[in-house]
């Protein structure tokens, strides 16, 4: 099993930035890729960006790109998700989780974190 703990949400102004961090303990040796995903009021889940664990590839929604950045800390064991220039759109409880492989389908992430309040306020 491996257990995610994210961090750093909270209430932020349009144009504003925040770091949000998931801590992975456990097996983290059976993960590939850690991804963060959010869910607006109202809507569906969606995929925001992922990595690939231990190696170089990165991927993003269309929406982040260019405002959002994932990062990782091999020797921490914690992805990070530093979005700036962040919007009212954005406001969403974010989720980290864990994937054998890269995907952007929720489906395929075995582990998720308890997810944190992001709010942008216009």
């Known amino acids: 099993q491996v257990q995610l703990v994210e961090s750093g949400g909270g209430l932020v102004q349009a144009g504003g930035s925040l770091r949000l961090s998931c801590a992975a303990s456990?097996?983290?040796?059976?993960?590939?890729?850690m991804g963060w995903f959010r869910q607006a009021p109202g809507k569906e889940r969606e995929f925001v960006a992922g990595?690939?664990?231990?190696?170089?590839?990165?991927f993003y929604t269309d929406s982040v790109k260019g405002r959002f950045t994932i990062l990782r800390d091999d020797a921490k064991n914690t992805v990070y998700l530093q979005m700036n220039s962040l919007k009212p759109e954005d406001t969403a409880v974010y989720f980290c989780?864990?994937?054998?492989?890269?995907?952007?389908?929720?489906?395929?992430?075995?582990?998720w974190g308890q997810g944190t309040q992001v709010t942008v306020s216009s």
């Open positions: 456990g097996r983290t040796f059976s993960i590939n890729v």
């Open positions: 990595i690939t664990w231990g190696g170089a590839p990165t």
């Open positions: 989780a864990a994937a054998p492989f890269a995907t952007r389908d929720g489906k395929f992430y075995n582990s």
